[in-house]
């Protein structure tokens, strides 16, 4: 009954392949983010994602992409992975914005 | 556009010792206004919030809140802390009318010593 649920839990991977992190929310949620948290714990919006709208945060490279098969699910796409992508990666999920967000517990991303 | 300070990356304090952990933001607008912990490990979760009303909010575990408008802060307390309490907090706002993406504070590391 996990509300928003993340898997892998850890991933360890060489520089240069491909990786997808997914992202399952139960809760009926409108809205899903991606947060990177690096390793000084602070907490960088990449992605939001609704219904309708996807915003990006320019700084994210176009090497991560999110998809959205559907409005309970989130996924994140990298590719040509980079030593500096290593950090825990937090998929959220919310109702609005005077809602407070619901996260997952985390995908610690590693790149070797 | 909104943005959150927390003044103290890391507030050691002993067992049964009160604690403020602080929270200042940004915003030309109203906002709402979240606490979360980080237990090692794990991902956040809501302490407690404040949307409009009573400007002090009591919360999980013993935490309270209170919002001061013309200092623009979003204090955590908890009068006596526990070992158990040693974690990460995060404060957070959205924006009234703007954009619902939550911004966070770069956390405050609490540390309670026995």
């Known amino acids: 009954d996990t509300a928003v649920s993340q898997t892998p839990k850890y991933l360890v991977t060489q520089m240069g392949n491909d990786k997808s992190i997914k992202c399952e929310q139960n809760l009926g949620h409108d809205t899903m983010y991606w947060y990177k948290q690096d390793s000084k714990k602070f907490l960088k919006i990449m992605f939001s994602?609704?219904?309708?709208?996807?915003?990006i945060n320019e700084t994210v490279p176009n090497r991560f992409s999110p998809k959205s098969p559907d409005k309970a699910h989130l996924n994140l796409h990298i590719n040509s992975l980079e030593l500096g992508d290593s950090a825990v990666y937090f998929c959220?999920?919310?109702?609005?914005?005077?809602?407070?967000?619901?996260f997952g517990q985390g995908t610690r991303l590693t790149v070797v | 556009a909104q943005s959150v300070t927390q003044l103290d990356s890391q507030v050691p304090v002993f067992e049964e010792a009160p604690v403020e952990l602080r929270c200042n933001y940004s915003?030309?607008?109203?906002?709402?206004l979240f606490w979360y912990v980080q237990y090692p490990n794990q991902g956040l979760q809501l302490l407690l919030k404040y949307l409009s009303g009573s400007t002090l909010v009591k919360g999980i575990n013993g935490f309270e809140a209170e919002f001061n408008k013309s200092q623009t802060s979003f204090h955590l307390r908890k009068p006596s802390v526990h070992i158990s309490d040693t974690a990460e907090y995060f404060c957070a706002v959205t924006i009234s009318g703007g954009s619902y993406i939550p911004t966070f504070g770069r956390g405050t590391s609490l540390i309670v010593h026995p």
């Open positions: 994602y609704n219904n309708k709208e996807l915003i």
């Open positions: 915003s030309s607008v109203s906002v709402y």
């Open positions: 959220a999920s919310n109702r609005g914005r005077n809602t407070e967000a619901f």
